[in-house]
């Protein structure tokens, strides 16, 4: 059984251009979620995807996007870049919904994206 | 609104029981969760409650819910070295699957 795993583990992109960061779910698990962690705080919560829709979304503006395939695998789309961007980008996956279980979630170690 | 605290650092001697504490504001969440978090690693979840739960405990782990007060704490007994890391307490909220995390707390386990 594989993790989840995230692509690139680190990346530097300056003020304005667009990044795509990917993710791949746990083996069975058909629901991602996408978290930025900013340096010294907790993960804040940027949208979820189940069965390639998008099932919830957090305080992020729209130049945040994200998509989610056939195989659960996602995407996660940051345009037009600022220099608050700079943050750990964690995906999680899980299975199911959180209101029909425990919700827990299995997190990818994430990445690192630096905005000068 | 959706707020989870938790204080910033905390600092045992090995041996010793560690215990964290969380605080958090919305009543209706039905899970709430401790996760762990090494140097430049992902969060790896050590353990939940159920919010109809008082107590739950897992080997060196025990997870004490008031939900009158909404205080959770995590106590580690036997604290180690390797214990060193970052704990957030997080609580799921019923938009979207989504789960709200505190700011951690810095767990440092002195020889």
């Known amino acids: 059984e594989t993790g989840v795993t995230q692509s690139p583990t680190h990346l530097i992109k300056t003020r304005g251009q667009q990044v795509t960061l990917r993710c791949s779910s746990q083996?069975?698990?058909?629901?991602v979620s996408w978290y930025q962690q900013a340096l010294g705080q907790g993960p804040q919560f940027i949208f979820q995807?189940?069965?390639?829709?998008?099932?919830g979304r957090g305080n992020f503006p729209p130049r945040f996007s994200g998509l989610q395939f056939p195989n659960y695998s996602s995407e996660l789309n940051v345009n037009a870049l600022e220099l608050d961007d700079s943050a750990l980008y964690l995906c999680?996956?899980?299975?199911?919904?959180?209101?029909?279980?425990?919700?827990?979630?299995?997190f990818g170690e994430g990445s690192r994206l630096t905005v000068l | 609104g959706e707020d989870v605290e938790q204080s910033l650092f905390l600092s045992v001697r090995e041996g010793d029981s560690s215990v964290i504490n969380c605080t958090y504001t919305?009543?209706?969440?039905?899970?709430l969760y401790w996760y762990k978090q090494e140097p430049g690693a992902g969060l790896q979840l050590l353990t939940y409650?159920?919010?109809?739960?008082d107590m739950k405990q897992d080997q060196r782990l025990t997870v004490l819910l008031n939900k009158k007060d909404k205080h959770l704490s995590l106590r580690i007994a036997d604290t180690q070295t390797g214990d060193s890391a970052i704990y957030f307490c997080?609580?799921?909220?019923?938009?979207?699957?989504?789960?709200?995390f505190g700011q951690g707390t810095e767990l440092s386990v002195k020889p």
């Open positions: 999680a996956s899980s299975y199911g919904l959180a209101v029909t279980n425990t919700g827990e979630l299995f």
């Open positions: 083996s069975g698990h058909n629901t």
């Open positions: 995807y189940y069965r390639e829709e998008e099932n």
């Open positions: 919305d009543s209706s969440s039905t899970y």
């Open positions: 409650i159920f919010s109809n739960m």
């Open positions: 997080a609580e799921n909220s019923n938009q979207g699957g989504k789960l709200i």
